[in-house]
């Protein structure tokens, strides 16, 4: 009985033994990892440079409602701040406005964000936004964000933090037009907008504000009042810096003086070199594609509008005429819209274009295309309208136009100047079918292209009824239902073919960490988490 006894206190003292070196050794391994951790911070610490050097080419103002500088306009997103921003996937996010609501098709009300300070301590109130729309809308007032007012009338403020906006007609996805940058009323209040020495340095509500600035450099430090809590950027300064063309910001990233440069030109390694940096490229606003008119004797059949694009090789036009410098295009939102669904029938079938135009009453002799129309043998050819100022214009004209001919699809390239163009385009008259260059809007809408007044001359009943329920529903997934039926209807019909959208890159060097990728309607897309790193 004693020998048990002293059994259980030997194994009760192992077992107190072990529970004791096992608690000695946990918190001697927590201490070594905080120890560790610490160490890591603070050699992060060392490391983390929180200033970001960036450029502009050509300067003209900082003011981002005068300024016509696509550099200036793509670093004012930091200082400046619209009551609707678009997010990665293209989507119309709340900035300074926190609702929208639809009173009718030609009147909408929105709601302010309450507690934002304009980064000289002022308050942002309703006052502020009908300055900046009517400042937009000013005869004396030449600004890239005309189109985004263009159908409004006039704007009510109804409280601080309301306003509400009267149209001249219906605007699909309106909210989209309301990315136009706010400008505080207080500031330039008894001022002339266009003249007034404020232009220097005028205060916005963004992450970043204006602390000096010079002929030579723009100085900007973290707005340490910003209304957006949830964003405390790493970065505390950014030094603007400007020069007097592209080929000096070139040299300047090369020499390690830039961190980050964007630009439309693919090729930039030319220019760079091709070691020190990193680089993302996206598809950009510029859009090109062939518009067929739907009012003309023949290409009014979807038949043949349908063989045309089936007979044309995209991936062709892209190698011989465009280079690195474009990306094969399928559909005017296809440059990861949230709204498109995909499945825009763009692909090349020769095959399938000769059924098509056989099934619709062709007949291939003597190397073309015929067909008894009216009595008359008709045979299937078309003027196609270039801009002659424009030579890519011109070498993708003729690029289609050899293509069609290999098909037995005659088209006489007629060559115009480029006022002669614009007003074709405008007057959707003059032409059979025409080589299209545009910037696509940030908003989903398809007016342009396939609504009423479209370049093509196009109707449609049943995209007609899509449009409308499109426009009277504010729920996403119905929306994206509606945006397959949409694609659907412009496979069956085709009044235009995308050809090309031109790509941007952005190139950054490889000490610059947090980059995420950028977008068209901001290349500092979450800048607030970046940083420069020593290595």
């Given amino acids: 009985m004693k020998n048990n006894i002293f059994k259980y206190i030997f194994i009760l003292f192992l077992i107190i033994l072990g529970i004791v070196t096992y608690s000695l050794y946990k918190k001697d391994e927590k201490k070594a990892k905080q120890e560790q951790e610490q160490k890591e911070i603070e050699e992060a610490t060392i490391n983390v440079v929180k200033e970001l050097r960036l450029a502009i080419a050509e300067y003209d103002t900082i003011n981002p409602i ?36 639809k009173k009718s098709n030609l009147s909408y009300v929105v709601k302010l964000r309450e507690g934002v300070k304009w980064q000289d301590g002022t308050d942002f109130t309703a006052n502020d936004v009908k300055f900046t729309v009517e400042t937009i809308k000013s005869d004396s007032v030449n600004t890239i964000y005309k189109e985004n007012l263009k159908f409004v009338s006039n704007v009510e403020v109804v409280d601080n933090n309301t306003i509400v906006f009267n149209l001249t007609q219906e605007v699909p996805f309106f909210e989209y037009n309301l990315t136009f940058p706010i400008m505080s009323s207080n500031y330039y209040q008894g001022e002339d907008f266009n003249t007034t020495g404020k232009n220097r340095n005028p205060t916005g509500t963004g992450l970043f504000k204006i602390a000096s600035s010079d002929e030579n450099v723009i100085v900007l430090e973290k707005n340490t009042n910003y209304w957006n809590t949830d964003v405390n950027s790493v970065l505390e300064k950014i030094n603007v810096n400007f020069y007097a063309n592209m080929g000096e910001v070139y040299n300047a990233f090369k020499n390690g003086n830039i961190d980050i440069i964007n630009t439309s030109i693919n090729s930039v390694n030319k220019y760079i070199g091709s070691i020190g940096y990193s680089s993302e490229q996206y598809k950009g606003r510029e859009y090109d594609f062939l518009a067929l008119n739907c009012a003309n004797n023949i290409l009014s059949s979807s038949a043949v509008r349908k063989a045309i694009n089936y007979s044309i090789d995209k991936n062709n036009i892209i190698v011989s005429c465009y280079g690195n410098e474009y990306s094969r295009c399928e559909f005017p939102i296809d440059y990861a819209s949230w709204i498109y669904p995909g499945g825009a029938d763009n692909g090349t079938n020769v095959e399938e274009a000769r059924n098509i135009l056989q099934n619709d009453g062709w007949t291939y002799r003597n190397n073309s295309w015929q067909k008894t129309i009216n009595g ?142 950028p977008t068209t309607y901001s290349i500092y897309n979450h800048i607030d988490r970046w940083y420069r790193k020593n290595y």
């Fill in 66 to 101: 005068l300024t016509n500088n696509k550099n200036v306009q793509e670093i004012s997103k930091i200082i400046y701040e619209p009551l609707i921003s678009i997010g990665e996937n293209y989507k119309g996010e709340y900035c300074l406005a926190t609702e929208i609501s």
């Fill in 376 to 517: 008359r043998t008709t045979t299937l050819s078309f003027y196609l309208t270039v801009n002659v100022d424009n030579d890519l214009n011109v070498a993708v004209g003729e690029n289609i136009r050899a293509q069609l001919k290999s098909m037995g699809i005659t088209v006489n390239l007629r060559k115009v100047s480029a006022d002669n163009y614009h007003n074709i385009i405008n007057s959707k008259t003059g032409y059979d079918a025409i080589i299209v260059n545009m910037n696509t809007s940030f908003s989903p809408s398809l007016n342009t292209f396939m609504g009423s007044g479209n370049i093509s001359n196009y109707s449609s009943d049943d995209l007609n009824q899509l449009m409308t329920e499109i426009n009277n529903t504010s729920d996403e997934n119905t929306m994206k239902e509606k945006y397959k039926k949409v694609i659907e209807v412009y496979n069956r019909d085709m009044p235009f073919i995308s050809l090309a959208r031109k790509n941007n890159v952005t190139v950054y060097n490889t000490n610059l960490v947090g980059v995420t990728k």
